[in-house]
């Protein structure tokens, strides 16, 4: 079988070519521009390729609601061109197959239950912390929709005692994102995340800030394996200093053996795809497509 | 059909029997004591009523995993006699039916999803405010379970600018639990909630630290439809109060119909099964063990 994937996010545009395994064939990309050009480029890499369904992990927000006449659509994006914009209605007019579509963190979340570092179970939650940051919900063996879809990158954390940073989400200021996205570690230090030094107090910060949001999201949705990909995450000295928060914040309230000592370095983990797991997501909805 | 529900609360027991409507047609309440004694009032409430199959919604924390050689079992509480007891187990040595299994406050989300103020939706988030805070989850159509089960209820927020009591919590001091539930206001104010004026400063406070909770399940979860119950919610002028500050805390972001203007009356609202809730649920959770 031949399932196409298509990993979209808000700067740039993976398509690829793979198979049941979960293993990629081919591979191109290019930059998000105005949709119409960009979804041209789709379309035309996937011309003549006979892929048997394609799934779709898109930034958004974007509707994923069956029932609505805007499944499909991105929503209320800032991204020139993009909003309101008919991103699976467009792809449909050219391929008569079945369409997977979901957010890109759903997708990776996915992926990651389907071929990577959740496999077998039946839930997990994805964090990515780059650009922005962003939660993809598996329970109970599905992917988490609701009235729109989760947005968990914008919950409130309490403040680190020592920063002084207001954050920058032009929404809430000092939430989640606007706290410890990529962004927000280039204004409070004055330098790119990339360029900062393992051991400089970067790096406790951002631990705080996200491993009081995975406590949280622990307490409230009990996940069987919590991912953290997404550029910051290429930080891997965060990883130890997360669980570490994740254990302080919890207390030893939430009694599971998976969150007890050191079975914890197999709880919260970086994603088992590695840069692979939003294409890979991506390929997991256009199989599920098909079934 | 004749369906037995037990709805097993950490002070008190109540014992019905229901029909497939959700109507309760009998019932009794005795005190929660020794699990033994408790467990054989229970049998004594049921034999010879020739139900079909009975459905408990727990207290916890329990085991809800049908794998573990431990599933029924209520697990770490300090109630006297109950850790680690077979509380499903002994139940059916007694009675050879199907039995559903779960927490208090996922049966009361199942109940209210069934015959209540989520009837006919495949989300919804049920808060029961009382002597502690719980928070049952319901999802894509199904009760989430996870790792252990979801314990919403011990979730970090911010501090009220004029708040200064410390929280009740044993484990966190000041998690939701520690500064929302029904003790919280007694010690802080120095009398019980239900003596307190309705226009009293506890109020606004209360909605404070709800309101916050609530607006970060919806952007983790996005339920269809959030459940607000419990001693402390019969405080009705709670609700416009807490509404208003899922409002402010979401500034905008969640573009959902359902949140936006007078829609959110009817998207945060107490249980339309009112204090039937939590047996109704446990009837439901019942009614899905004969399928
Ligand atoms: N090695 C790194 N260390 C720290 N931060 C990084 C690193 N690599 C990328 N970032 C940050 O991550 C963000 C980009 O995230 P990424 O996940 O790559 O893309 P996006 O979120 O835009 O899809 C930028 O803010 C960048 O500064
Ligand atoms: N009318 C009321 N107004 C404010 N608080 C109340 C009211 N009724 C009960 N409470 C508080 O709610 C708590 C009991 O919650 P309840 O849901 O009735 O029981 P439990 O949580 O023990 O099952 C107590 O702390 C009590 O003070
Ligand atoms: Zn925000
Ligand atoms: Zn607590």
Redesign the interface.
């Known amino acids: 079988m031949r399932i196409g994937a298509i990993e979209a996010g808000g700067t740039k545009i993976v398509c690829g070519i793979g198979n049941e395994q979960g293993i990629i064939e081919d591979r191109v990309s290019f930059p998000t521009e105005q949709p119409d050009k960009t979804i041209r480029k789709m379309v035309e890499y996937f011309q003549g390729k006979q892929v048997d369904a394609i799934g779709i992990g898109s930034f958004g ?1 974007i509707n994923i609601d069956r029932s609505s006449p805007e499944y499909g659509y991105v ?2 994006t800032p991204k020139p061109g993009w909003s309101n914009y008919p991103f699976l209605p467009t792809l449909q007019r050219e391929f008569d197959i079945p369409f997977g579509w979901d957010t890109d963190v759903n997708a990776a979340a996915f992926g990651e239950a389907t071929w990577g570092a959740a496999r077998g179970l039946d ?1 997990c939650l994805y964090y990515t912390i780059g650009t922005g940051i962003g ?1 993809g ?1 598996y ?21 680190h005692p020592d920063d002084s940073y207001e954050g920058f989400c032009p ?2 200021g000092d939430c989640l994102e606007g706290m410890a996205a990529g962004p927000a570690i280039e204004r409070r230090w004055k330098a790119k995340g990339s360029e900062l030094p393992q051991d400089h107090p970067a790096w406790a910060m951002e631990a705080f800030y996200i491993g ?1 949001a995975v ?10 394996k919590v991912i953290l990909g997404g550029g910051v995450m290429h930080q891997s000295q965060l990883f130890p200093m997360i669980r570490e928060e994740v254990r302080r ?8 053996e ?2 007890l000592e050191s079975a914890i370095d197999d709880y919260i983990v970086p994603p088992s795809l590695g840069d692979n797991a939003g294409l890979c997501g991506s390929l997991a909805l256009g199989l599920k497509a098909l079934q």
């Open positions: 927000p929503t209320t839930s939660v919900v329970a109970e063996g599905k992917l988490v929709h609701g009235l729109l879809h989760p947005e968990g990158g914008h919950i409130l954390t309490r403040r929404y809430h009081q406590a949280g999201s622990i307490l409230l949705l009990s996940p069987k914040n919890l207390n030893g309230y939430v009694s599971a998976a969150i």
